[in-house]
């Protein structure tokens, strides 16, 4: 355990007896010390008797700073806030950085985000107000409002000066956006090259006029790919015609980034939502079930569609032997390609030309190494059951579906994609299903029609 | 397409027509005034003869900053540098971000990279030569030693004057990290603060003295996740003793969070990596072939199983329309608390307690699910074949199928992770393969044993 650790839970230690024995000195001393996200981790452990004298220990400036870094799980922003006093409760949603505010009230219902926004100060409630209208998952869903904005005309000093006073409540000072009187962005300059440079210097002498922005519209995926291959701290957030909105800053796109990981991850696992573990049996298995009884159904219809060749399997039951072989082996493939062009497609390679090309290498793939485990398989099954028909049927069939398979796993998320639905759904159950039939039906239809020579 | 895409295209072009007409002063007013993502996505898509001139157009420090953007694939670095005049390489290498020069070097022989700190400046090769020792993915090899210390004893007027200085040269100015004669972290300050603090405000009054650090044997994905957590945009890297040796910025960790994210990703979908896919369908299938022969072999052993009950089959073939339904459900719940568990653990969640409280909740969700898909396909198996026993035999053996497999898919990762074997390896394939044959063996097992019942 890092020393740091150690520290922290020492300190929680002291914060619980400072709890208990409702000792605001000691608590104030010990937990305004910690960093927001350890307050966050400590808070969330507490029981309700306890959360309620936290609140009576904090101003809500203090509270926002924890608030900031809770993540909502199991409706805790819903359960925390309701415990609040109202008055208290909008008081910290105004002093917490809008964009945060936003998220928290996403989560709520829409008569409760009124009756906060009006005991709100107005400034503060306008702000979120403008906020809350964008779309989930756009650029204008995580952007903040407040940042700082100078003139072209500007000297350095006069925009030293804006920066020392905006910097307390500014969301990042390390990169200020240059408007014109349309208030359209006209460049940037980071605090660096301001640092640097003369005082008197004009602001239009030394802004880099090239300024990378995202449409408010824009998917934050998009936005985490434009922020990661150009390696900003924070990105100009604008409308239509170009004026200045907002701006997205790198720890926003930190979570982006590793939230989009996680979704993709679990949607090829089939699980809907891999972070949240910290539940019961029960609940975990609610989240899963869907899944596994829509599986239950496929696997069904798969067992069905074998059900057909019962009259095969009782002429020659060694052929049984052989399915999971064969449809594991489609189902690896298939999700193998499959995650290739999920990523694709979630990386932004989406114009037409390199999808069909990709399909076309996606086929080259499946032909190349169905070839090779084909003939391995018909090679081990002849050595092992000493029948070259039914090593070259099984190897035949390995071939055929691999192909198949590839093609399919690359082919369905591209379609899917096109229909505006997320490629990431498809994942291992559905390709894996489908994969299944198609080998099966190879399989069976092969051995069916040569039946003469496997008697 | 964005208006800043078309603007990059239009000037790739006039770029294209400045090489051919060996035109430097055309190429490098519009080169230098790009981003150097761009100026390297247009560098790798060039012919060797185009870089040739590129070469000669562009100055060390120039080519510095395009090959900093520039990610290893199929050896790009050790194609480029071959082409390069070795002291041109040298040079360019020496002007390069010392963490990022680390990178490249790494992907060339010792031999090579022998050769080239040979010829680089002293204290350049100095600089890299202490960062090569670092293991790969360790906070040592993704740290930089570009970073700018102050003492507690100066004043904020002088540190400005040092971080003027330094600003050119350092990775990051936005945190100062204050050391004391030891060169031991005594504390951090942030840019933020210097510049809305008073002149001759001593830094020892302002500086925060709890460092969150990172020790330089810790895993770069550790490191990632307290730079999430924390929000922080740099963190120093300390030795043993606690001198300060270097630091992280967050544009590298949005790298590493992304990489070990597409990591776990591939990983599970079997794919060696699925991120570099812009190669033809022999180097696709050269990447996945590995892991299907692996998956054949296992297939096979499997199949063999399935052999040894051959005798039961031949006389109910029915029981072979069920088989990739048992394996199929088998697999998919095993990979759904394999996710789970991969997840956890790279999240760090890694103590005994929490590890041993997993298995228990995953014991209870198999038991959960399993039932409730057991009573669901007694009764689906019971209608369509009219068998009340062949349905109750089906549905027994996914209640013990999923209550095995989502134990094992929970620990076998956990097993890894102790035995210091990524778990993300265990994957598909291998968690899949293993409640296969459990699944098959249930089921057969029950019923060779009730086989009376069946005939």
Chains 1, 2 share one sequence.
């Not at 307390?168 to 390390?174: K, L, R, S, V």
């Amino acid at each position: 355990m890092s020393e740091e650790r150690e520290q922290v839970e020492l300190e929680e230690g002291s914060l619980l007896t400072a709890l208990t024995q409702k000792n605001m000195d000691d608590f104030r001393s010990v937990f305004l010390e910690q960093h927001p996200y350890d307050q966050a981790s400590f808070f969330i452990k507490l029981d309700p008797e306890d959360r309620q004298t936290v609140y009576h220990f904090l101003s809500p400036e203090e509270m926002a700073a924890v608030f900031e870094n809770i993540e909502d799980e199991d409706g805790l922003y819903q359960t925390f806030l309701s415990e609040m006093d109202p008055t208290f409760a909008a008081q910290m949603l105004a002093q917490m950085y809008a964009d945060d505010a936003v998220d928290v009230l996403n989560e709520l219902d829409k008569d409760q985000v009124a009756s906060y926004l009006t005991i709100m100060d107005d400034e503060a409630a306008e702000e979120i107000r403008e906020l809350l209208h964008y779309e989930e998952y756009t650029a204008g869903s995580i952007m903040t409002t407040e940042y700082i904005s100078i003139h072209a005309h500007q000297t350095v000093h006069s925009a030293m000066q804006i920066l020392k006073k905006e910097a307390p409540n500014a969301e990042t000072i390390y990169y200020v956006f240059v408007v014109d009187e349309d208030e359209k962005v006209a460049g940037v300059i980071s605090l660096r090259d301001l640092i640097i440079s003369e005082p008197d210097t004009m602001i239009s002498d030394i802004m880099n006029e090239r300024v990378y922005s995202v449409s408010v519209a824009e998917d934050q995926e998009e936005v985490a790919r434009k922020m990661k291959d150009y390696n900003f701290l924070a990105l100009p957030v604008v409308d239509f015609q170009g004026h200045l909105l907002g701006i997205i800053t790198v720890d926003d796109i930190v979570d982006v980034i590793d939230e989009e990981a996680s979704d993709d991850y679990s949607k090829l696992a089939a699980v809907s939502d891999v972070d949240s573990t910290d539940r019961g049996p029960f609940s975990a298995a609610k989240k899963r079930l869907p899944w596994l009884i829509i599986l239950l159904f496929l696997g069904m219809f798969t067992a069905s569609l074998i059900g057909r060749f019962e009259a095969t399997l009782e002429k020659v039951a060694i052929l049984a032997v052989f399915i999971p072989l064969i449809a594991g082996m489609a189902g690896n493939t298939g999700t193998q390609a499959l995650a290739v062009a999920v990523r694709r497609i979630s990386l932004g390679d989406t114009e037409d030309q390199t999808l069909s090309k990709m399909i076309v290498r996606e086929a080259g793939t499946g032909l190349i190494t169905g070839a090779i485990c084909g003939v391995v398989v018909t090679v081990v099954v002849f050595v092992w059951q000493g029948d070259l028909f039914l090593g070259a049927l099984v190897g035949i069939s390995i071939l055929a579906t691999l192909t198949v398979a590839t093609i399919s796993g690359a082919f369905i998320p591209l379609i899917m994609h096109k229909l505006k639905v997320d490629p990431a759904v498809a994942s291992g159950p559905f390709i894996t299903t489908i994969n299944d039939i198609i080998s099966i039906l190879i399989y069976f239809g092969m051995a069916t029609l040569f039946m003469q020579y496997l008697i």
